[in-house]
């Protein structure tokens, strides 16, 4: 299969389309809105956990492996989803939460009730010298530790502490993990995101910390034996099928981690999610910070993965946006004065590097973080969480808000907007989080109305994927690698080239060609977000311009 000819979408189901009047998306919206799929030309749809849950992270917390939340619908919606999309010849993903369980899973409730072949499913440990079994803290905030039942123990919890890690450890937590995959491939799953698996792996010692949160997280993440569980896990489910795509979400990894995750040897996965270029915008590392974006930050660590990934046989899962992210138009562009620019430009950067794009719900609209007034919006446990931590910190309350405001999860999180009726055409009740204010401006409707709108424009990005093996096939080299406004690349396949360059600022900006390139009056104009323009010596970029050349051979 290759991997650089598809094109993946992203389907928040809470957020995607109500149809049962619930105020929460649902399979049946999923299924309703093939047509819309079909016409922007995706190879596959990722739908985030609709798995039985609590919900106390929005799904992320499975109770049940195999059923559907009767939030979400029912299980024949989901067997009708799954003929619906088989028969567009589109694939669904779906999200395998392993790293842990909600704890109302069964396994979870047996452990409490003394089981002990299931208290070996968790990490379950005495505490020490009156206090925790070491001190790690939760990526949500307070100690990675609560306490289990009645009993003087506690389970390891790196999210909520509804979320308990399972002990990979034991072999039989293993073999449910590969019934759960094969369960689904039987019923025709062709692809599989796995939430957090780089962090399956803990030395099972649970030996303190020294405190630093980047020295913590070396205890848990990326150790030699996820590898091995991952190879165990490939073999014994997605790994006898040659057309599952797989993407492992990895949490803080390195690029040598990656390179052997997505290696082009099959063994583990066919790619990965990794965060590093979304954490640009963060203090010393802190998220909770109000800091605008480092561009060359963002540049380098593009290049950086794109080369380094590109000479270790790896595969990168390209994307600036998803459902854990603020939309990256708020955070890479200029929302208020070129909104279109902006969303087109980011597409398009984003688009032509070497991988596999993934496209999160209403980017290709050009949506927007919201510009709620209060903390009485958010639904978000970790913003919630966030926000008091701030709190106690001493930040004072309006800037605790506006951090919030820029940073929570929740700005990615609001109703996909569908067309200028009530609640954004997502639902005739009002939804669980609040739609965005300018959805009278910003929805699918009038997008598919009108041949300039962003839709049209990731359209074509996809459409130029599938035509053009230098954009699926060809190496990737960064050129202008100081510039201080311009991201821009070279992409090269059998001696045709395409060069992309993305301005990603307001300002003019000139670039000289012949600098650039050997034979610049070779090339001719692929796609920009201006509009046609010829290849010339000095070619000037207008603000949040994307333009692509290519010289044929
Ligand atoms: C990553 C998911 O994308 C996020 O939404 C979730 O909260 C954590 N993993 C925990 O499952």
């Known amino acids: 299969m290759n991997l650089g000819k598809k094109v993946i979408y992203q389907a928040y189901p809470r957020s995607f389309k109500d149809t049962s009047s619930n105020g929460i998306g649902d399979l049946k919206g999923i299924e309703e809105k093939i047509d819309y799929l079909k016409t922007l030309g995706v190879d596959m749809v990722w739908v985030n956990p609709f798995f039985v849950s609590p919900q106390n992270d ?50 979870f409730q047996k452990a409490l009730e003394g089981d002990e072949y299931y208290k070996d499913f968790y990490y379950i440990r005495e505490g020490k010298d009156g206090s925790y079994p070491n001190n790690w803290t939760s990526k ?25 890690d399972l002990n990979w450890h034991n072999p039989n937590v293993r073999e449910e993990l590969y019934k759960i995959v094969n369960y689904w491939i039987g019923k025709g799953i062709k692809g599989f995101r796995f939430d957090v698996l780089n962090v ?44 599952i795509i797989t993407v492992g979400e990895m949490s803080s990894t390195d690029v040598h981690n990656s390179a052997l995750y997505s290696n082009a040897d099959g063994r583990e996965l066919s790619m990965v999610f990794n965060f590093h270029h979304l954490k640009v915008d963060y203090k010393d590392g802190d998220k909770w910070t109000d800091q605008a974006y480092d561009f060359d930050k963002l540049r380098d660590i593009l290049n950086h993965w794109q080369r380094e990934m590109q000479g270790h046989g790896g595969w990168n ?4 946006n998803n459902h854990d992210q603020p939309r990256a138009n708020n955070r890479f562009g200029d929302v208020k004065n070129y909104p279109k620019k902006t969303a087109t430009m980011l597409g398009q950067a984003i688009h032509m590097m070497r991988g596999t794009p993934y496209i999160y ?81 910003i929805n699918a409707k009038d997008a598919l109305d009108d041949e300039d709108s ?16 230098v954009i699926s096939d060809g190496l990737y080299f960064p050129i202008l690698k100081d510039h201080p406004h311009i991201f821009a690349y070279i992409r090269e396949y059998e001696g045709e080239v395409l060069i992309n360059l993305n301005n990603f600022s307001e300002k003019k900006v000139e670039v000289r060609m012949d ?15 201006y509009g046609k323009k010829d290849m010339e010596k000095t070619i000037t970029l207008n603000p949040y311009e994307s333009l692509a050349f290519i010289k044929r051979v």
């Open 58 to 107: 929005n799904g992320y917390d499975i109770a049940d492996y195999y059923h559907v939340d009767p939030l979400f619908g029912t299980d024949e919606d989901l067997a009708s989803l799954i003929k619906t999309f088989d028969k567009a010849g589109i694939g669904l993903m779906f999200d395998m939460v392993f790293n842990h369980t909600s704890t109302s899973h069964e396994w």
């Open 140 to 164: 949500f905030g307070g100690p990675a530790w609560n306490k289990f039942g009645d009993t003087d123990k506690f389970y390891l919890c790196l999210y909520d502490k509804t979320q308990a």
């Open 200 to 243: 399956i792996g803990k030395d099972g010692r649970f030996i303190d910390s020294s405190g630093d949160i980047g020295e913590e997280k070396k205890l848990y993440t990326d150790t030699p034996i996820v590898h091995e569980w991952i190879r165990d896990l490939n073999e014994n489910t997605f790994g006898k099928y040659d057309d």
């Open 317 to 320: 899962a390209l994307f600036l």
């Open 361 to 441: 719900q209403g980017e290709e609209l050009g949506m927007t973080d919201p510009n709620y007034e209060s903390m009485d919006y958010y639904r978000d446990i970790e913003s919630k969480n966030a926000y008091e931590e701030l709190l106690a910190k001493g930040v004072g309350e309006a800037s605790a808000f506006k951090i919030i405001s820029k940073k929570s999860r929740d700005n990615s999180r609001t109703p996909m907007q569908w067309d200028g009726s009530s609640y954004a055409g997502f639902s005739d009740v009002s939804p669980w989080l609040k739609v965005n204010d300018n959805y009278k401006k």
């Open 454 to 469: 962003v839709f049209y424009y990731y359209k074509k990005l996809i459409d130029l994927r599938k035509k053009e093996l």
């Open 515 to 529: 600098e650039i390139l050997d034979s610049y009056e070779e090339f001719t104009y692929l796609l920009g977000n």
